[in-house]
């Protein structure tokens, strides 16, 4: 008899439907895995057989073959026991082979028949309720799947409270979904004293989703202004935080996404992160620091001590917003649409303004240092900004200015009007305007547009740096609620890049 159950092998952030074939034939007693299954899979028949054992069912003295397919398709995790098991029982009788087809299964066994938690039970989820099915899967990860409304979900906390809801004598009742989290941010704009110009260049920054270089001596405040960013984004969009949910059960994240939040991610990885943890990879190809921080912020303090070939893999997500992590055996697309604030000395002693501090290699070691980073990578970042050192007699002020609640509402507002020109379609975000989008939206009138050539041929812009140009000032007139884009919103624009000819 020939018995099967649907489990999901992960693919970037899609969950492909495997269906888990199990065959008893006369023979020899063994028990034969096949299908592409990872060292993982092929351990998992030990424990499927020490796990039925617990719940009473011995194996039959047969040949038992159980089959992954699609074949050539490659199969990672212990989330495969669960179907393994189900096939199986389903072949001896025990199980209704009706009611195995019904569901999606991933879990991992343990040796006493008890379920432990997996990654990625919301992409699981979504998988089975676009194939109409339900899904089973551990009691711990039951909130997380819960959030999949379309989609029928089974948490027992082991293989008897399985069979136990079968055979209806105790019926597992429907997990509920995890908590929604508000925001936490504690950090407040008005925190920051003085750098009048820097925070309008972050308001700038979050309205639109431009990326952002801050230099400054050490202490100007780089850091405390790129860890204030969240506090004045608007909340995740349900759509949002189901992506960011998604991405965060596929890379394993502490809590997975059983509590849904609708706080934007900051990730701030150390300079000696390696390629593959920024970008994503690894024997599993997880994804990385810049999937892990879709629809947030990236934060790279000390931008030039990262290793160059790591900067250079940001070149092709900073414009396109998603990452392909290429293997021999599949490649993997993760979303990476975020927001890069970076932060950087001015040289590597950090005080190359101050001739009373600088090193004796001023000013060379201030152009030794920048010319860490390459051109194309610089002329990727729409705001560059220069922040002077704050003086005592400001600290010693009293905080003052817009504090991150009322600057999140004009960011807010100026997000809405950016939604409403696209209309449901394209980005929303205006650093993703390009083609006829960007001239629609972003076309100054005439004094805007001499200004602007004036500043192209000066500082020598490229393509891409002319239309970053159009990008900020379209942002900074939606700040000031201007339907177009003027002399004074491109001469604004144009400063945010002379940091850098």
């Not at 028949?113 to 099915?133: F, N, T």
């Not at 502490?254 to 920024?278: I, N, Q, V, Y």
């Amino acid at each position: 008899m020939v018995s099967s159950v649907r489990s999901v092998a992960f693919l970037g952030v899609e969950a492909r439907l495997v269906t888990v074939e199990c065959a008893l034939s006369p023979g020899l007693p063994a028990f034969h895995l096949v299908g592409l299954p990872d060292k993982a899979i092929s351990e998992s028949k030990e424990r499927v057989r020490a796990a039925l054992t617990a719940v009473g069912l011995a194996l039959p003295p047969q040949r038992i073959t159980v089959n992954l397919s699609p074949a050539d398709l490659p199969k990672t995790g212990s989330h495969f026991d669960l179907p393994i098991a189900l096939a199986l029982m389903a072949s001896l009788g025990v199980l209704p082979d009706d009611e195995a087809r019904a569901y999606v299964a991933m879990g991992e066994l343990g040796l006493d028949g008890s379920l432990r938690p997996v990654q990625g039970a919301l992409p699981a989820a979504l998988a089975a309720a676009e194939a109409g099915l339900g899904l089973i899967c551990p009691a711990e990860c039951g909130a997380e799947a819960a959030w999949v409304g379309a989609c029928e979900v089974l948490a027992p906390a082991g293989l008897l409270d399985f069979m136990n809801h079968v055979a209806g004598r105790t019926p597992l009742s429907a997990p509920e979904p995890g908590a929604v989290s508000r925001r936490s941010c504690t950090a407040d704009l008005i925190d920051v004293k003085g750098q009048e110009s820097a925070r309008r260049a972050l308001e700038v920054a979050a309205a639109g989703g431009h990326h952002i270089l801050m230099v400054g001596e050490p202490g100007a405040g780089k850091s405390m202004l790129a860890r204030r960013i969240t506090s004045i984004l608007p909340p995740l969009t349900p759509r949002e935080a189901l992506e960011v949910a998604t991405i965060r059960s596929l890379a394993g994240e502490a809590g997975g996404a059983a509590d849904m939040t609708r706080e934007r991610p900051f990730r701030a990885p150390h300079h000696t992160a390696s390629k593959a943890a920024l970008t994503g990879g690894g024997p599993q190809a997880r994804p990385g620091e810049i999937s892990l921080a879709h629809c947030g912020v990236l934060f790279l303090d000390e931008l030039p001590e990262f290793d160059r070939a790591v900067l250079e893999s940001l070149r092709q997500p900073m414009e396109t917003g998603e990452i392909t992590v290429s293997r021999a055996s599949a490649h993997l697309t993760y979303p990476a649409r975020f927001l890069l604030a970076a932060a950087m000395n001015p040289c590597r002693c950090g005080y190359l303004s101050d001739p009373g501090r600088a090193c004796s290699k001023a000013p060379r070691c201030g152009a030794d240092y920048s010319a860490r980073l390459s051109g194309p990578l610089l002329d990727r970042f729409d705001i560059r900004i220069h922040m002077p050192p704050v003086t005592p007699d400001v600290l010693a002020l009293a905080p003052h200015g817009d504090g991150s609640a009322r600057v999140s509402r004009r960011v807010g507002q100026a997000r809405d009007m950016q939604s409403e020109r696209a209309n449901g379609a394209g980005p929303i975000w205006n650093a993703a305007l390009e083609g006829e989008a960007l001239d629609r939206c972003a076309t100054p009138d005439q004094p805007g547009r001499e200004i602007l050539q004036v500043a192209a041929e000066r500082q020598r812009l490229s393509a891409r740096g002319y239309h970053r140009i159009l990008r900020v000032a379209r942002t900074v007139a939606d700040l000031d609620g201007a339907t177009g884009v003027g002399k004074s919103h491109v001469a604004e624009a144009i400063s945010y890049r002379r940091l850098y000819a």
